[in-house]
């Protein structure tokens, strides 16, 4: 049984010298994307070992909440300004609710 929800592990690989700056281009975005309809939550943290990956935990009230929040201007840019900082593709990992 689903409830309808979108639940999203996204992770980032940062170039190390680029980490405190990708940090708050991600900090400065937030406030704006967890006002989106639908957004229900959106955890940034990091891993202790590996500081340079860091791992976001998303919850949207739907797919199409989702697919909103892709749509956003904002949103292309931020995908447009990561590629400089990233050693590596971003992976978003669909979770299942159980």
């Known amino acids: 049984m689903t409830d309808g929800k979108l639940y999203l592990l996204a992770e980032f690989l940062v170039k ?3 980490l405190e ?3 708050e281009v991600f900090s400065k975005l937030l406030p704006t994307v967890l006002k989106e ?3 229900e939550a959106i955890y940034t943290t990091s891993i202790d ?3 340079s990956k ?3 935990f998303e919850s949207f009230s739907s797919e199409e909440a989702h697919k909103f929040h892709m ?3 904002y949103t292309h840019g931020l995908a447009v300004d990561l590629e400089s900082k990233l050693a590596g593709p971003m992976k ?3 979770l ?3």
């Open 37 to 39: 309809p639908g957004c």
């Open 16 to 18: 190390p010298e680029l």
């Open 54 to 56: 860091l791992v976001f």
């Open 21 to 23: 700056e990708t940090k």
């Open 96 to 98: 299942n609710a159980f």
């Open 71 to 73: 749509a956003q201007d």
């Open 49 to 51: 070992s590996d500081p």
């Open 92 to 94: 978003v990992t669909k």
